[in-house]
């Protein structure tokens, strides 16, 4: 089943399905990677330095057998990276084995103290976060354009940005316009004004956490299963169809054979199937009262994003 693409305000073009590869263990993420590639379909690996499994990432993407030019690899810039954004990418070349990234994003719009007690997630001695609060986004921002100027990536974007930090402390210093913003998106936080935003900036939505996250309520959600039984799809089927079928790109994490399979098949079988009726009553359900995000980081400051946490 051939997998859509959107493309990028810089023509590079980004199949819409990806895997996930947050909270995949490293002696699980080389199989599920390996899987999703050779049997399941799949030629977008979403990643991140933060995940802690970048090694076994690459090392799955070698044993798929796929060509490295026809996969298309995104990873992240953590926190404490900041103010070195070409050596944090150099390292996470050297781990995933390869001489680029299709897709480097800012994880966060926070620069963690690089100096602190922890290299991941530093803390003050009051236990809050340690941000360098006068650290200027557009300085990280720079850097990043740099490594797009030197062909280490292909394209460069950002992840968690609100409108308004890319409003106040991106948008008017940039060269180059983030290609993509990844954020939680689903049908429980669909963000809807966020996303006609960014598309009116040439700034393509992602999303993480489509379905949730674990136990997550969207899988029993009413709607969502009533649309699923009327085309004899899975409840996931019509959560990820959902996405697909508005062009978003969206990444489902699994490292469960079977699932890998079926969230990928079953996206773009629902995505074919959902009318416009379909898509306008799971458009309704967050504000009919469903609206939760499940990711919240405690940063400890306002990053301006609506329903935070």
Same mark, same amino acid.
């Given at each position: 089943?051939?997998?859509?693409?959107?493309?990028?305000?810089?023509?590079?073009?980004?199949?819409?399905?990806?895997?996930?590869?947050?909270?995949?263990?490293?002696?699980?993420?080389?199989?599920?990677?390996? +899987?999703?590639?050779?049997?399941?379909?799949?030629r977008h690996i979403d990643c991140a330095w933060a995940y802690g499994n970048e090694e076994e990432v690459?090392?799955? %993407?070698?044993?798929?057998?796929?060509?490295?030019?026809? %996969?298309?690899?995104?990873?992240?810039?953590?926190?404490?990276?900041?103010?070195?954004?070409?050596?944090?990418?150099?390292?996470?070349?050297?781990?995933?084995?390869?001489?680029?990234?299709?897709?480097?994003?800012?994880?966060?719009?926070?620069?963690?103290?690089?100096?602190?007690?922890?290299?991941?997630?530093?803390? =003050?001695?009051?236990?809050? &976060?340690?941000?360098?609060?006068?650290?200027?986004? &557009?300085?990280?921002?720079?850097?990043?354009?740099?490594?797009?100027?030197?062909?280490?990536? *292909?394209? %460069?974007?950002?992840?968690?940005?609100?409108?308004?930090?890319?409003?106040?402390?991106?948008?008017?210093?940039?060269?180059?316009?983030?290609?993509?913003?990844?954020?939680?998106?689903?049908?429980?936080?669909?963000?809807?004004?966020?996303?006609?935003?960014? *598309?009116?900036?040439?700034?393509?939505?992602?999303? +993480?956490?489509?379905?949730?996250?674990?136990?997550?309520?969207?899988?029993?959600?009413?709607?969502?299963?009533?649309?699923?039984? =009327?085309?004899?799809?899975?409840?996931?089927?019509?959560?990820?169809?959902?996405?697909?079928?508005?062009?978003?790109?969206?990444?489902?994490?699994?490292?469960?054979?079977? &699932?890998?399979?079926?969230? +990928? =098949?079953?996206?773009?079988?629902?995505?074919?199937?959902?009318?416009?009726?379909?898509?306008?009553?799971?458009?309704?359900?967050?504000?009919?009262?469903?609206?939760? *995000?499940?990711?919240?980081?405690?940063?400890?400051?306002?990053?301006?994003?609506?329903?935070?946490?």
């Open positions: 089943m051939q997998c859509p693409k959107v493309k990028l305000n810089n023509g590079v073009e980004i199949p819409i399905l990806g895997l996930g590869t947050w909270q995949s263990k490293p002696n699980e993420v080389t199989n599920a990677v390996e +899987y999703a590639l050779k049997e399941a379909g799949y690459g090392e799955g %993407i070698k044993r798929s057998g796929v060509p490295r030019s026809e %996969i298309f690899i995104t990873s992240k810039l953590w926190c404490t990276h900041h103010h070195r954004v070409e050596a944090a990418l150099d390292e996470s070349l050297a781990k995933l084995d390869t001489d680029y990234l299709d897709l480097y994003l800012v994880h966060w719009p926070i620069h963690l103290n690089p100096n602190g007690n922890h290299p991941v997630f530093p803390t =003050r001695p009051d236990g809050t &976060r340690d941000i360098l609060l006068d650290w200027k986004q &557009r300085d990280t921002w720079a850097q990043m354009e740099a490594v797009l100027k030197k062909g280490k990536v *292909r394209a %460069i974007g950002v992840s968690n940005f609100s409108q308004c930090v890319l409003e106040q402390e991106i948008l008017p210093y940039a060269q180059v316009v983030p290609a993509v913003d990844q954020l939680e998106i689903h049908l429980y936080n669909p963000q809807h004004k966020l996303v006609e935003w960014l *598309r009116s900036k040439g700034i393509e939505p992602q999303a +993480y956490s489509p379905l949730g996250s674990t136990n997550s309520p969207l899988l029993s959600d009413e709607t969502a299963s009533a649309i699923a039984g =009327r085309y004899e799809l899975q409840t996931t089927d019509v959560l990820l169809g959902y996405l697909v079928a508005k062009d978003i790109v969206t990444l489902p994490k699994s490292v469960t054979p079977a &699932r890998i399979a079926s969230n +990928y =098949r079953g996206a773009l079988t629902a995505a074919a199937k959902l009318t416009k009726e379909d898509i306008e009553a799971l458009d309704g359900v967050a504000a009919a009262g469903k609206q939760k *995000r499940m990711i919240a980081p405690p940063w400890g400051i306002d990053l301006g994003f609506d329903n935070w946490p």
